[in-house]
């Protein structure tokens, strides 16, 4: 049993490792998701060895740890508000009950909202958002998966950019305090579907950003993997995190929504008819 637990906990550490790779191939961003399940699972076996080998006091230690993690875990993370307000939610397509949606961004009073998955279906909102929020960008894409950013500043219409296929939209905002990019992210599911392609692909939206930065959307991936922090790195933002996940996989929750800022604070909304919450945040571009 005591070998057992050697070479799972030398697994964990293994996969671990190997999450860090994702700028080599695509495949270590999918290991990548289970970082904590790697670290969790580490202590875990490490605590039983040392409880097998009838040595309490070393086993103490990774005890320890483990409460210390969940400890710090349930805190979350906390930040300070900054002046521009962002609202982003993934509407899921069929999804035609709009209403609820409208009245939580109405209450929220963003200044700026990002939405995926605009549909023929639900693209009514738009319009019901432009009532509050009147100035539009849409890159539609497929007829289903369509991106859109609604602002109650002026956007700077000639320089929207939108990739290729669904993964990433731009736009620039002239706000009071001074024009900001307002990027919207849609990224595919990671490896063995096509994330990193059609990243690579629409990364040239993200090449020259003659401002500062707000990145918000549906990732679907976490904030460490290399994916998303290949966003981050090219238009130097950090992930603004919030302590609920967004996405429920199995019954296990996973931050797939993200707002990438400078410094902020963010907090999740519910689903209103959507597999996704959605995020407002009080963000520094």
Wanted: charged share 15%.
């Amino acid at each position: 049993m005591k070998t057992i637990c050697n070479i799972l906990a030398s697994l964990a550490v293994m996969l671990l490792f190997l999450g860090y790779l994702g700028h080599l191939h695509p495949i270590f961003d999918a290991i990548a998701i289970g970082r904590w399940v790697a670290i969790y699972a580490f202590l875990a076996f490490l605590f039983l060895r040392a409880a097998l080998s009838r040595r309490f006091i070393i086993a103490a230690f990774p005890l320890m740890a483990l409460v210390l993690i969940f400890i710090l875990k349930s805190l979350g993370p906390d930040g300070e508000d900054g002046p521009v307000r962002v609202y982003t939610k993934n509407l899921l397509y069929f999804n035609t009950d709009m209403a609820p949606i409208v009245a939580d961004i109405r209450k929220a009073n963003p200044d700026v909202v990002v939405l995926q998955e605009v549909s023929d279906r639900n693209n009514g909102i738009l319009a019901d958002l432009q009532l509050s929020l009147p100035y539009l960008s849409v890159c539609p894409w497929q007829g289903w998966n369509g991106m859109a950013i609604l602002s109650r500043w002026p956007l700077a219409d000639a320089e929207k950019r939108c990739s290729q296929d669904r993964a990433l939209m731009a736009v620039k905002v002239n706000a009071p305090s001074g024009d900001f990019w307002m990027i919207g992210a849609h990224l595919q599911h990671p490896w063995p579907d096509i994330q990193w392609p059609l990243l690579d692909e629409s990364l040239p939206v993200l090449k020259n950003l003659d401002a500062s930065a707000i990145v918000a959307g549906d990732f679907n991936t976490l904030y460490w993997t290399a994916a998303a922090q290949k966003v981050g790195h090219l238009t130097h933002t950090r992930p603004i995190r919030t302590k609920r996940p967004t996405f429920f996989l199995w019954n296990i929750g996973l931050h797939l929504d993200h707002i990438w800022a400078s410094y902020g604070r963010a907090h999740v909304r519910p689903r209103f008819g959507s597999d996704h919450r959605g995020i407002v945040a009080d963000v520094w571009p």
